[in-house]
């Protein structure tokens, strides 16, 4: 069931970033192995959450380990993906791994589009001549991106995604080389700058289910939820916000202090305290890693357990999430999913017998959600297998 349609927003309006002040621990990060090196995809911890302690200036000693590591391994990335494998060594060839790093240094691009940018770079930076030898470069440096991180739904899905948008078209069959390559190309670059509205479409769909008075409850840092309470703010609407801390990486903490900016009322709540202060919110605002085809998400550890309480006491819970994030799998259970895994400091020794959980993320089935926010309009949790084949076909 459809809400709303989102193809009038944003045609002729440019969104501007909002001014955002400099952390004070953002000092920290001020090394190479940290802000300026490739992170290592063969480490035991998932490259998204090496991705997310650097740009949420978290740093614990697991995290300079984990750097030092990626900067001594991160010289053997950039060969994987070199336009049609040439110049290696000589480090003029084009490497799709070295533009994705490059656009993933911004802290407020997501993954997905930091892949999609590479990728539109590297049918510009081609020297193919013909569209097979062009297709069939394209088709790897996809593959290289989404190697480099098997964890990321979202990555995968960014990848997936921009390879239909971009080659399905008729008109390339009909075009000579240059043309076709051009076509490709303005196709390419009408995609990355769909991906980089979503944020700011979904945000203004979901305005009309925050109303004034109303307490929210939000788990972790998810930048579009963010901008959903940031257009909230700009718009007036008097609300308050509930954010969990966000357990072991304080993904919740730097949530909080966002707010705080914009003199948004917040309470920060430990973790365990989700149950004991539902009865105060009027609604769940969760992000997501990756949308999955039965309607469910895939999100930061703890989400499914909030939806959990929500559902029993009768609260909505909604999700914020962009299109790119549809991803084509079909989870039965929480171990269906590739682990991604994340250091976690306790502060005090673990024995060595003790095991230690450290997947950063759960599967929370449709059933316990209320509705979706996408760029594409804001549908009921069964409505996503619909959408997922219309945009794959």
């Not at 076709?180 to 991906?195: N, P, V």
């Amino acid at each position: 069931m459809w809400w709303r349609s989102a193809s009038f927003i944003l045609d002729g309006q440019q969104h501007q970033n909002d001014g955002v002040a400099p952390n004070p621990e953002s000092a920290l990060l001020s090394s190479p192995s940290m802000a300026d090196s490739a992170l290592n995809p063969k480490s035991n911890v998932s490259a998204y959450y090496q991705t997310r302690a650097a740009h949420h200036a978290v740093i614990t000693s697991d995290w300079l380990a984990q750097a030092q590591a990626a900067t001594d391994d991160g010289d053997s990335l950039g060969s994987e993906a070199q336009i049609g494998g040439k110049g290696e060594g000589s480090g003029k060839a084009f490497s799709v791994i070295d533009e994705f790093n490059n656009w993933r240094k911004q802290p407020d691009l997501a993954e997905a589009v930091a892949a999609i940018r590479a990728l539109a770079a590297a049918i510009r930076k081609s020297e193919a001549t013909t569209m097979m030898e062009l297709e069939i470069e394209l088709k790897k440096a996809s593959d290289s991106l989404k190697s480099w991180d098997a964890t990321s739904i979202s990555l995968t899905a960014g990848c997936d995604l921009f390879m239909r948008y971009v080659t399905r078209t008729s008109a390339l069959e009909y075009e000579d080389f240059n043309s076709a390559k051009s076509r490709l190309i303005e196709r390419a670059e009408k995609f990355g700058e769909i991906s980089c509205k979503a944020r700011r479409i979904i945000a203004m769909l979901s305005q009309d289910f925050i109303f004034d008075g109303c307490t929210i409850l939000v788990h972790g840092f998810s930048r579009v939820v963010l901008e959903v309470m940031k257009t909230a703010a700009e718009n007036k609407k008097l609300f308050r916000v509930l954010c969990t801390k966000g357990r072991p990486d304080r993904t919740g903490l730097r949530f909080s202090n966002e707010l705080a900016k914009l003199d948004v009322p917040v309470k920060l709540l430990i973790d365990s305290a989700v149950a004991y202060t539902m009865d105060e919110v009027d609604m769940v605002f969760f992000g997501a890693d990756g949308v999955v085809e039965s309607g469910g998400i895939i999100n930061m550890m703890g989400t499914f357990q909030i939806a959990l309480v929500a559902h029993s006491m009768n609260k909505p819970v909604y999700v914020a999430a962009e299109s790119y994030k549809f991803a084509r799998h079909y989870l039965l259970n929480q171990k269906d999913m590739a682990p991604a895994l994340r250091p976690i400091d306790f502060g005090v020794p673990i024995p060595s017998k003790v095991e230690v959980e450290t997947s950063g993320r759960d599967y929370t089935p449709p059933q316990y959600l209320t509705l979706l926010f996408t760029d594409l309009g804001v549908p009921t949790p069964s409505v996503i297998s619909d959408e997922l084949i219309q945009l794959y076909l």
